[in-house]
C-alpha cells in the first residue's frame, strides 16, 4: 500500500480534460510540495511537475498542478494520444525522512 | 544539461551479488544527491535512499537497509548501488535520479530531475 493514494486509472477522449488526484497527510503533502512524473510506455520517469504547480521547461502548458491541504490533483487539458502513460505523485515525508510516492495512475486516451 | 546514463542489464542467480553503476555527464556531479528508486515488473515507484555526493554519504528508506549499498567513484562522476544475497524478488527496473541539493553536510529535498534510463536486474537460477 502506498503512503500517497492515487486512482489506479483514469481515462478520456481527445480534447478532453482529466484530473488526477493524489491523497496524503500532513507529513508528506500537508508540509511539503508535491511532484509529479510521467513515465511513458517502456520508459523511465520524467519530472512532469516540481514545487505542486512549476512546469519545468519543456513541458506543454497543458498540464497543470494544484495542492490544497493534504491532497493533490493533476490536469491535462486537451487531451492528447501521446499523454497515454503512468502518472505518479511524490512527495518528501517528514515523519519517514524519505520520498514517497503514490501507487500511480494508468491514463489511457479512449 | 546534465544526463545520467546507467549501466545495461544483468542476469543473476539468487545469492549473488550485483552493482549497477550510474554515469553523470554535462553539468557537475557534486552538490546534489543521487537517489535510486525501484520499479518491481509491473508495480509503481518505491525510493530506495540517496547519497550525497559531496560527502559519500548514503541515506537508506526502511525497506532498503542491510542487503543494498550506495556508492560513489567522484573521479569518474559515477554512483553505484550495489544489492547483496539477491532473491527473486529483487527483480526490478532500478533507476538514479539526480534530487536533493546538498551543502554543509546534509541533503536537502529536491525534485527528481534527471533520470537515468532504468537497469533491469533480473534474479533467476
Known amino acids: 500500500q502506498s503512503v500517497l493514494i492515487q486512482p489506479p486509472s483514469a481515462s478520456g477522449t481527445p480534447g478532453q480534460r482529466v484530473t488526477i488526484s493524489c491523497s496524503g497527510s500532513?507529513?508528506?503533502?500537508?508540509?511539503?510540495?508535491i511532484c509529479w512524473y510521467q513515465q511513458l510506455p517502456g520508459t523511465a520517469p520524467k519530472l512532469l511537475i516540481s514545487?505542486?504547480?512549476q512546469r519545468p521547461s519543456g513541458v506543454p502548458d497543458r498540464f497543470s498542478g494544484s495542492k490544497s491541504g493534504t491532497s493533490a490533483s493533476l490536469a491535462i487539458s486537451g487531451l492528447r494520444s501521446e499523454d497515454e502513460a503512468d502518472y505518479y505523485c511524490a512527495a518528501w515525508d517528514d515523519s519517514l525522512s524519505g520520498w514517497v510516492f503514490g501507487g500511480g495512475t494508468k491514463l489511457t486516451v479512449l | 544539461q546534465v544526463q545520467l546514463v546507467q549501466s545495461g542489464s544483468e542476469l543473476r542467480e539468487p545469492g549473488a551479488s550485483v552493482k549497477v553503476s550510474c554515469k553523470a555527464s554535462g553539468s557537475t556531479f557534486t552538490r546534489y544527491a543521487i537517489n535510486w528508486v525501484r520499479q518491481a515488473p509491473g508495480q509503481g515507484l518505491e525510493w530506495m535512499g540517496w547519497?550525497?555526493?559531496?560527502?559519500?554519504?548514503?541515506t537508506y528508506a526502511q525497506a532498503f537497509t542491510g542487503r543494498f549499498v550506495f556508492s560513489l567513484d567522484t573521479s569518474v562522476s559515477t554512483a553505484y548501488l550495489q544489492i547483496t544475497s539477491l532473491k527473486a524478488d529483487d527483480t526490478a527496473v532500478y533507476y538514479c535520479?539526480?534530487?536533493?541539493?546538498?551543502?554543509?553536510?546534509?541533503?536537502?529535498?529536491?525534485?527528481?530531475?534527471?533520470w537515468g534510463q532504468g537497469t533491469l536486474v533480473t534474479v533467476s537460477s
Open positions: 547519497i550525497n555526493t559531496d560527502t559519500g554519504n548514503p
Open positions: 535520479a539526480r534530487g536533493g541539493y546538498c551543502s554543509g553536510g546534509s541533503c536537502y529535498p529536491h525534485w527528481f530531475d534527471p
Open positions: 500532513s507529513s508528506n503533502i500537508g508540509s511539503n510540495y
Open positions: 514545487r505542486s504547480n
